[in-house]
């Protein structure tokens, strides 16, 4: 069973950085932040392939956000900088992720760090 554990919100002013975190239990593979803003849709922030390290980013966080993973493969870390306001939202975790045509999707979820930017 994977447990996945978020870290690291909080507030910060735009342009500044925030790192997050998430400690992962269990076999957790495939694994990808989300987010989700007050009124909106959860979306796909950025995707790691936990095999070939390949990475997705969405649109919106290209150039600003990068994805990695610990050697372990225990931690996913999320690097955000160059914040705007619009990237205030609910961060999420997630494991076992995948594309099902229209969005990316994970099987196994944290349960969320807040992240304000203002």
């Known amino acids: 069973h994977v447990q996945l554990v978020e870290s690291g919100g909080g507030s910060e002013q735009a342009g500044g950085s925030l790192r997050l975190s998430c400690a992962a239990s269990?076999?957790?593979?495939?694994m990808g932040w989300f987010r989700q803003a007050p009124g909106k849709e959860r979306e796909g922030v950025a995707i790691?392939?936990?095999?070939?390290?390949?990475?997705f980013y969405a649109d919106s966080v290209k150039g600003r956000f990068t994805i990695s993973q610990d050697n372990a493969k225990t931690t996913l870390y999320l690097q955000m900088n160059s914040l705007k306001p619009e990237d205030t939202a609910m961060y999420y975790c997630?494991?076992?992720?995948?594309?099902?045509?229209?969005?990316?999707?994970?099987?196994?979820w944290g349960q969320g760090t807040q992240v304000t930017v203002s």
């Open positions: 269990g076999f957790a593979y495939n």
């Open positions: 997630a494991a076992d992720v995948r594309w099902n045509g229209d969005e990316w999707s994970g099987t196994y």
């Open positions: 790691i392939y936990t095999g070939s390290n390949l990475t």
